[in-house]
């Protein structure tokens, strides 16, 4: 791969969590002192990007009462720049000019994500992105360890990520692909990390994703969609031992006003019943997004927990049959396709995929006795 002007060499890989498709970060060793370098592989509607992101660290802040870092649902005013092109204000980063305090719902900016483009932020304008939301997984990547008046840069390679061997394997395309950018941070909004919120908190930012991955479904942004339900999903497993019993409520500490209780009730945690449905609910999702991807042994793995969860479940078995169809488990996948049939009588989806079972054991057959004629010929 390719090394940018200042950046570490590599060292351990990223790697995909083939249970919930997320993907992790490894630091490097910086070669400046001060300076240090992080790389991971994010998502864009495009696909997989590897990132190799270097900043110059400054001295502690001598106030550390407040956030040294943004957080979830943090509102950060950032900008993003390709390298060598001309900043129209190159010092606005280092000098903030609007006060923390000052970021409100009102002032995010508006954006859309488009599969034409990666980074899904318009390059070279000030924009005010809320943390966590998975707009642009690449800017929310870098501005995540960042401090206010921060200026990092970023190497960008893209990756394929196809099936080999039965299992994904993600591999770097063209360098001349490459891409170099900036990302500043001149200022944020107090936030979270994930072990400070509630589970009320934590259950609305679940189903805030829930509803983004089904957006990005239908607008055909699968990478996108993928990643939202990978979102729902690594904050809701944290919710497992927090879930209220049916019917249970959550007890006041206090009487409240009308508008308090109702506002709790919103924020409350969800039954062990919802934990349940949702869960397995976001494992089907995910399931067929990566069918839709190609990634059929990632596929298999979110289908199965989900089955796993809620057996009844339609729609996970019929993707589990398929994703094992694809992987050439065609036992595993009969054995799917006809627990679909006993859960639904004369399901078409079910029949339809056994046929496609038998016809590709028939091809199988055939070709291992055209192997085995030619072998005692």
Not at 119 to 126: E, K, M, N, R, S
Not at 137 to 143: A, K, L, P, Q, S
Not at 245 to 265: A, C, H, L, R, Y
Request: proline residues 5%; negative net charge.
């Amino acid at each position: 791969m390719p090394s940018g002007p200042g950046f570490a060499a590599r060292g351990n890989l990223p790697f995909h969590n083939c249970k919930t498709g997320l993907v992790m970060k490894t630091s490097q060793s910086a070669e400046t002192e001060g300076d240090e370098a992080t790389s991971w592989v994010s998502v864009c509607p495009r696909g997989l990007w590897e990132l190799r992101q270097r900043r110059k660290r400054g001295a502690e802040p001598a106030d550390l009462s407040g956030d040294v870092y943004p957080g979830i649902g943090s509102l950060c005013r950032v900008r993003v720049q390709r390298q060598g092109e001309p900043t129209t204000d190159p010092e606005l980063s280092l000098k903030p000019d609007l006060p923390i305090t000052v970021l409100s719902d009102a002032q995010v900016t508006p954006l859309q994500r488009s599969q034409s483009t990666m980074l899904q932020v318009p390059i070279g304008d000030w924009i005010i992105l809320r943390l966590g939301e998975g707009q642009c997984d690449i800017t929310e990547g870098c501005v995540e360890g960042m401090r206010a008046g921060e200026r990092c840069e970023v190497l960008l390679t893209p990756l394929t990520d196809r099936p080999g061997g039965g299992q994904e394997e993600q591999k770097r395309v063209d360098p001349d692909q490459s891409l170099c950018i900036t990302v500043e941070l001149q200022s944020f909004s107090p936030g979270h990390e994930s072990w400070q919120l509630s589970a009320g908190e934590k259950w609305g930012w679940v189903m805030s994703h829930k509803q983004r991955g089904g957006d990005r479904f239908r607008a055909g942004d699968m990478w996108g969609a993928a990643d939202s339900y990978s979102r729902a999903l690594k904050l809701l497993i944290t919710l497992k031992l927090h879930t209220r019993g049916e019917g249970e409520e959550m007890t006041p500490i206090e009487e409240e006003s009308e508008e308090e209780s109702e506002k709790k009730d919103s924020l409350e945690a969800p039954t062990d019943c919802q934990y349940r449905s949702t869960k397995a609910s976001l494992y089907s999702n995910l399931s067929l997004c990566q069918l839709r991807l190609g990634q059929w042994s990632r596929a298999r793995g979110c289908a199965s927990r989900s089955t796993l969860l809620e057996p009844q479940g339609l729609k996970a078995w019929y993707r589990l049959g398929q994703a094992c169809l694809e992987a050439g488990e065609l036992e595993e996948a009969d054995r799917a396709f006809r627990k679909l049939l006993e859960l639904q009588n004369d399901s078409p989806s079910a029949l339809r995929g056994l046929r496609e079972v038998g016809r590709r054991e028939r091809e199988t057959d055939s070709r291992l006795g055209q192997r085995l004629g030619k072998m005692f010929s």
